[in-house]
């Protein structure tokens, strides 16, 4: 008998599919396929022209690789996104200057970073200039191409042959195309 996959909910972040005829192990299958298989984008390289900001420039790219990038079309059609980040502050400048994730300028309009994280503060006379280059990769490979922070299964009490699998995206891909994509690849190595 053939799996069923439905999607029971979505929201902004979370998100539950309801998985019938299956089994413990694919239903956990699929829940890691989720966690470490499906592909996102996320920044791999950070070239600095300047950095006087009070954080170290290694700091500040983990930062950046951490930082969730929205996609708007099929990751298969992506590889690679360049982001630009120029921020100053003359040195006569007596306030503080709070630099969000959304000053981040993407060289592809169908990609954006999330914009409601903090990265740096600058004082007067500091600045940072960057450019930031996203590559599409797994979570297998590192954690911050992992779509999601939380993937777990429950089964069904009244059938034991239905698992309820729960999401929460960290934003970059929806609930809905991270489901799609997880049900993509699990059909693939099903058929291998």
Not at 22 to 45: D, F, G, H, K, W
Not at 50 to 69: E, F, K, M, V, W
Not at 159 to 166: A, L, M
């Amino acid at each position: 008998m053939a799996i069923i996959a439905h999607i029971i909910s979505t929201d902004m972040y979370d998100g539950q599919l309801r998985l019938e005829n299956s089994s413990v192990a694919q239903a956990n299958e699929l829940r890691r396929i989720i966690l470490q298989s499906v592909p996102t984008l996320a920044i791999e390289t950070v070239i600095y022209f300047t950095n006087t900001s009070i954080l170290q420039s290694d700091y500040l790219a983990h930062r950046l690789g951490l930082i969730p990038l929205v996609v708007n079309e099929k990751m298969s059609k992506l590889t690679t996104v360049n982001f630009t980040l120029e921020c100053d502050l003359p040195s006569d400048s007596k306030e503080i200057l709070e630099v969000f994730s959304d000053q981040l300028v993407s060289d592809n309009s169908s990609v954006s970073a999330r914009p409601d994280i903090l990265l740096l503060k600058l004082k007067g006379g500091q600045s940072v200039k960057l450019v930031a280059k996203a590559v599409v990769g797994t979570g297998k490979v590192h954690a911050k191409w992992s779509p999601v922070c939380k993937s777990v299964f429950d089964d069904d009490p009244h059938d034991q042959s239905t698992f309820i699998i729960t999401i929460k995206t960290v934003g970059g891909l929806t609930p809905k195309q991270v489901f799609k994509s997880a049900i993509s690849i699990l059909s693939i190595r099903v058929a291998d």
